[in-house]
């Protein structure tokens, strides 16, 4: 089992910064990737970023230039720096954590509970 844990939402004006952090706990697993997503009422979780093993990094077109991933997987850590947040940014963000479970002998991957970011003057 693999346990997830995000923190660094709140309420920020538009224009602001927000920093979130994820870290990911666990025996048995091997971490090949970790990343964010977020997730309106009503709406389906999307991907905003993410981030290998090797350090190759994705990005949704909608937060490209102004979210940067970061982190060291194999210190299971990962960081989004979100600069120049607008109003639609206001979502519940995720913590994603993919990789090998040994128990398991099989690729899976675990969620955390997620953190609140309001963009809101």
């Known amino acids: 089992q693999v346990q997830v844990v995000e923190s660094g939402g709140g309420l920020v004006q538009p224009g602001g910064s927000l920093r979130l952090s994820c870290t990911a706990s666990?025996?048995?697993?091997?971490?090949?990737?970790m990343g964010w997503y977020r997730q309106a009422p009503g709406k389906q979780r999307e991907l905003v970023a993410t981030?290998?093993?090797?350090?190759?990094?994705n990005y949704a077109d909608s937060v490209k230039g102004r979210f940067t991933i970061s982190g060291d997987i194999t210190k299971n850590t990962v960081y989004l720096q979100m600069n120049s947040l607008k109003p639609e940014d206001t979502e519940v963000y995720y913590c994603?954590?993919?990789?090998?479970?040994?128990?398991?002998?099989?690729?899976?991957?675990?969620w955390g509970k997620g953190t609140l970011v309001t963009v809101s003057s």
């Open positions: 981030i290998t093993r090797g350090g190759s990094t």
């Open positions: 666990g025996r048995g697993f091997t971490i090949v990737a």
């Open positions: 994603n954590v993919g990789g090998y479970s040994d128990f398991h002998d099989q690729v899976m991957d675990y």
